[in-house]
């Protein structure tokens, strides 16, 4: 309903709001408001959700590694790098891998150790492991055997 009001020479024009026809425009409103954003906010909940389950973590710098650090589950910790070994995917690590084996195998009266591989592609041929001797690879670390 509009009303006219005579105000000298203006006349003010004032749209009476009738409260039954603006509550069902505002619902109208409201409800797809209120859906677009639970549809968002399930949306980003199981692209978290997968993110979490798979445990994929997100990275500018791919090549900087992890961030983690290797664990330590034995008396004494040794990095296959210690002994020479190259994880470019080149280079043959079979001199490196026989060392450290060695190297922790001397070890089995104090508890034995464990032989750290960083992450890189590693080149080897096949070779001996000995008793009490963890050989743990870090994400994105690869043992790469050859035939000799």
Do not use: C
Not at 114 to 126: D, F, R, S
Request: proline share 5%; glycine share 10%.
């Amino acid at each position: 309903m509009v009303e006219i009001l005579p105000l000298g020479r203006f006349q003010l024009h004032q749209q009476r709001f009738e409260l039954k026809r603006l509550v069902p425009a505002f619902l109208s409103t409201y409800d797809k408001t209120l859906f677009a954003v639970l549809w968002i906010a399930a949306f980003i909940s199981v692209f978290l959700w997968q993110r979490n389950a798979v445990g994929v973590r997100f990275s500018f710098f791919k090549g900087a590694g992890s961030g983690r650090p290797m664990p330590r589950l034995r008396p004494v910790a040794f990095n296959l790098t210690d002994f020479g070994g190259v994880g470019d995917g080149v280079t043959l690590n079979i001199e490196a891998f026989e060392r450290a084996v060695s190297a922790i195998s001397k070890l089995g009266k104090r508890g034995s150790g464990q032989l750290n591989v960083p992450p890189g592609k590693w080149l080897t041929a096949p070779f001996n492991l000995t008793s009490h001797l963890t050989l743990f690879l870090a994400e994105n670390a690869e043992i790469l055997g050859i035939e000799v």
